[in-house]
């Protein structure tokens, strides 16, 4: 039996996607509306899928118990070691979006529910999202990248990241600036108000995914503006953990949308398919009214010049190459793909 998906593999909100791979199924975990659909139907917030074969996938319950006072969830991701579980995401309450802070719960099954660990996870820094758990296979240590704002150059949102200790709910070192804006492509908005004064150009680059390729550490990110249709993802390279990371390229080399079928693609994670060799990219993009973020699924091939996703639109079958539906269809060659 041939399996096929055709993007967004399921109807709900699923933002900032992110999807673990365990005893050969598959949770998804995403960013829900911040609307009134906030809480899952189980009263926890983001929400949980879980597929069986990659291609069908349904809602499981909600990931977290909810935090006394927090009325803003962002960007789960889950880190497996030894038999536990560990989601790193941020919240906000009153103080608004530029109060998110990255917090770490902790359960026993990927479905959680998560319980909080009950204390910040990076207390001396402000504003920090979009937290990616990332075990350096040369040494099986484990690092957080994640964002925050910087206030010199090109000011804005930029990435980070810090060793974690074992007990995986703090850090064990001091965070080390990954990737700065480079480029007018990554403005999120320009005179931007915001920390009590106007910004002639806001910059973001959010959403960390390392993967390792021969060798070497591909970072990829993504840049703009979430809510627009030109959000796209970007990578950088470097040869250890913690770099230096350098761009290769400029602009949205890996993802970008294709009018009228793709929306504003971006904040991915990376994940083997079914046949444990195939990359695929789990992303967000919006639909044609821009009215939700939905999850997807494409396969990550290597070129000469770097990774490369194609969007599709149109039912596929799993490990296929790029094609029929999809922009860009060079025939390029999948790496373990069929």
């Known amino acids: 039996m041939t399996l096929t998906y055709t993007n967004?593999?399921?109807p709900g909100y699923c933002a900032d996607p992110f999807v673990l791979k365990w005893r050969g199924e598959y949770y998804a975990y995403g960013t829900g509306s911040n609307g009134t659909?906030?809480?899952?139907?189980?009263?926890?917030?983001?929400?949980?899928?879980?597929?069986?074969d990659f291609a069908h996938w349904e809602q499981v319950g909600g990931a977290l118990r909810p935090l006394p006072g927090a009325t803003a969830y962002w960007a789960p991701e889950v880190a497996a070691r030894d038999g536990r579980f560990f989601l790193y995401y941020s919240a906000a309450g009153e103080g608004g979006d530029d109060a998110h802070r990255l917090r770490v719960a902790?359960?026993?099954?990927?479905?959680g529910p998560f319980i909080d660990s009950g204390r910040?996870?990076?207390p001396d820094e402000g504003f920090t999202i979009?937290?990616?758990?990332?075990?350096?296979?040369?040494?099986?240590?484990?690092?957080?990248?994640?964002a925050k704002d910087f206030f010199d150059a090109?000011?804005?949102?930029a990435l980070a990241a810090v060793p974690l200790a074992d007990d995986m709910r703090s850090a064990a070192g001091p965070v080390t600036t990954i990737l700065r804006p480079s480029a007018d492509w990554q403005i999120h908005a320009r005179n931007r108000e915001i920390y009590g004064r106007t910004w002639d150009a806001w910059h973001t680059v959010e959403g960390a995914s390392i993967v390792v390729h021969d060798g070497r550490y591909y970072l990829l990110y993504s840049g703009g503006a979430w809510h627009t249709s030109e959000y796209g993802v970007g990578y950088a390279?470097?040869?250890?953990?913690?770099?230096?990371?350098?761009?290769?390229e400029a602009g949205p080399a890996v993802l970008s949308g294709v009018p009228g079928h793709v929306l504003g693609p971006g904040h991915n994670s990376v994940v083997l398919g079914p046949d444990d060799q195939t990359e695929f990219l789990a992303y967000h993009a919006w639909d044609a009214a821009q009215t939700a973020r939905r999850l997807c699924l494409d396969p990550l091939f290597w070129t000469p010049n770097g990774p490369r996703c194609a969007p599709s639109w149109t039912e596929r079958e799993i490990g296929s190459m790029?094609?029929?539906?999809?922009?860009g269809a060079q025939n390029p060659r999948v790496r373990g793909g069929g």
């Open 130 to 146: 979009d937290a990616h758990p990332f075990r350096d296979p040369q040494d099986d240590r484990w690092y957080l990248f994640f």
């Open 106 to 111: 902790v359960a026993d099954h990927p479905a």
């Open 37 to 52: 659909d906030l809480l899952q139907p189980d009263g926890n917030v983001f929400p949980v899928l879980r597929s069986a």
């Open 154 to 157: 090109r000011v804005g949102t």
């Open 8 to 10: 967004p593999v399921w």
């Open 120 to 122: 910040l996870l990076l």
């Open 237 to 248: 390279v470097a040869d250890t953990v913690l770099g230096p990371y350098r761009e290769p």
């Open 322 to 327: 790029p094609g029929g539906g999809v922009r």
